[in-house]
């Protein structure tokens, strides 16, 4: 795993017994999940908005700021539902190599 993400994911765990006004994210896993989820929310939109400037001006400075506050308040939201980044990485690691369509058609459905 990325040592950033076990850097990461080791503070992130900390925090949760941490004093709300001691961090941002102890502020944040005092305010519940669904602060947490609005937060994962508010900043995919950013992303997403910061993704079109970028392909209009070619400069990427702002979506990689908003890249990595995504996937920042992405890695709190496990941590709050108790899960590790690896999980995700060891998805990855399943899907590498299979055909994108072939990985989809073999979820199952809701």
């Given at each position: 795993?990325?040592?950033?993400?076990?850097?990461?994911?080791?503070?992130?765990?900390?925090?949760?017994?941490?004093?709300?006004?001691?961090?941002?994210?102890?502020?944040?896993?005092?305010?519940?999940?669904?602060?947490?989820?609005?937060k994962v929310g508010e900043e995919s939109v950013e992303t997403i908005l910061a993704a079109k400037d970028a392909a209009t001006s070619g400069d990427a400075r702002e979506l990689i700021g908003e890249t990595a506050d995504l996937w920042f308040h992405s890695l709190v939201m496990l941590a709050a539902l108790d899960q590790h980044p690896q999980a995700v990485l060891d998805e990855l690691d399943r899907r590498f190599g299979l055909s994108g369509h072939a990985e989809k058609a073999a979820r199952p459905h809701n």
């Open positions: 795993m990325s040592d950033t993400f076990a850097r990461l994911a080791e503070v992130l765990e900390a925090r949760k017994s941490a004093a709300p006004d001691s961090s941002y994210v102890a502020s944040l896993y005092h305010k519940g999940l669904n602060k947490i989820l609005e």
